[in-house]
C-alpha cells in the first residue's frame, strides 16, 4: 500500500467511515504491523493539531472581519481621543502581522509536533499505566520462598520488590497473564497467592502492541490449581452493562464494581473497552468480570484527571494472543476453559472463588 492509500485508511479508520470488511481487514493490518499502530496515533494527533489550527484561523477571520465593520474614524471622532502609532500600525498592516504572526506559530507546532513532543507530553499528562511502584514501600510479610536451585525453603520477611501489578491463571498448570508493561524490564519475577505463598515465574509469552504477557510458574513447590471456574467471553460485552475487578493496589485484594462506559478505549483505541470503575496502580494485569463471572478483559491502565475512567483490553484479543503461543517441549499448547461455573453465584461467592485464581505480581531489577 503506498503512502497515500495508507494515509486515506487511516483517515476514514479514524472516521469511522470504513465499511465492515475494509474495518475488518484494517484490524488484521495492525495485527501484522505494529508500526500501524504508531501511525495512527501520530496521525490522530496531527489531525487533532489541524483541527485547533483551523479553529484559531477561523477565529482570526471573524475577528478581523468584526475590526473591519467598525468605523474607527467615527469611532475618534465621537470619543475625541487621537490615533497613536500602535492603532496606526495595526490598521495599515494588520494583515501582514497576522499572516507573518500565523506562519511562525504553525512553524513551531510543526516542529513540536514532528519531534515528539507533543505526543510524550500527551501521554504523561493524559494516560497512566497501573504499574504499582513499590520502591518505598516498607512492610513486613512472612512467605515461602525458594533459593534459585529450588532445594531450600527459608521463611523471612521479603523485598517487597521494584514494582508489581496483578494477574490471574488461564489453566490448572500455573500459567498466569499480566500486562506487559508490569514485568517489562524485569531481571526476576515472583507471584504471590492471597494465601501469601510466593512462586517464582518465568515469561513464556510477551505482547508489546497488546500489552499482554503470559507467566508460568516454575516454583517446583507448586501443586495445580483446581479447575479454572470462569471463561472468556467470546463476543462483545454490552454498553452499561456492570463489570468488577479484582486486583492488588495494595498488600490485600481489592474489589472494585463499575459498568462498561464506551467500546474504545484512551484515544479511541478500538483494542479496549472503557470503564467506569475505580482502579489505582496495582490494578494492572488485573481481570474484568461481568455479573455472570466471564472474563471480559484485562484492566491495564486510566486516564488521569479524569475519575473513573479505566481501560482494559478486550477478552477476544487475550485468546488471540493466548492462541497465539507455540506448543511447549511436549508439544502442547494452551487450552482455556470454556466452562462458566459463576453463573449462578452471587457477587460474595463469585469473589472467594476469584481470590485463589488472581495473584500479586512482583518484579525485580
Known sequence: MS?????????????????????????????????????????????????????????????????????????????????????????????????????AIFAVMLTLFFTGYFNNQSQQSKYSALRRELDNVKRSQSALMRDISGKSIRKNNLNPGNFGGTGFAINTNGDIITNFHVINGADSIYVQNSSGESFKVKPIYTNEDYDLAVLRITDPSFKHLSPVPYAFKKNKADLGEDVFTIGYPKDSVVIGKGYLSSFTGFENDSLAYQVSIPVNPGNSGGPLLDNYGNIIGIIKGKQTQVDGAAFATKSNYLMKAIQSIPADSSGKKIVLNSKNNMTKLSRAQQIKKLQNYVFMVKVYN
Open 3 to 103: 503512502e497515500p492509500q495508507l494515509l486515506d485508511w487511516i483517515e476514514r479508520y479514524l472516521g469511522h467511515k470504513l465499511s465492515e470488511d475494509e474495518q475488518l481487514e484494517f484490524e488484521v493490518m495492525r495485527l501484522g504491523d505494529p508500526r500501524l499502530n504508531e501511525r495512527i496515533k501520530e496521525h490522530q494527533q496531527f489531525m487533532k493539531y489541524m483541527h485547533s489550527w483551523n479553529e484559531r484561523v477561523e477565529f482570526e477571520h471573524k475577528l478581523n472581519a468584526i475590526h473591519d465593520e467598525i468605523d474607527v474614524d467615527a469611532v475618534k471622532q465621537t470619543l475625541g481621543f487621537r490615533q497613536n502609532r500602535v492603532i496606526a500600525l495595526w490598521r495599515n498592516h494588520h494583515s501582514k502581522i497576522s499572516v507573518a504572526a500565523s506562519v
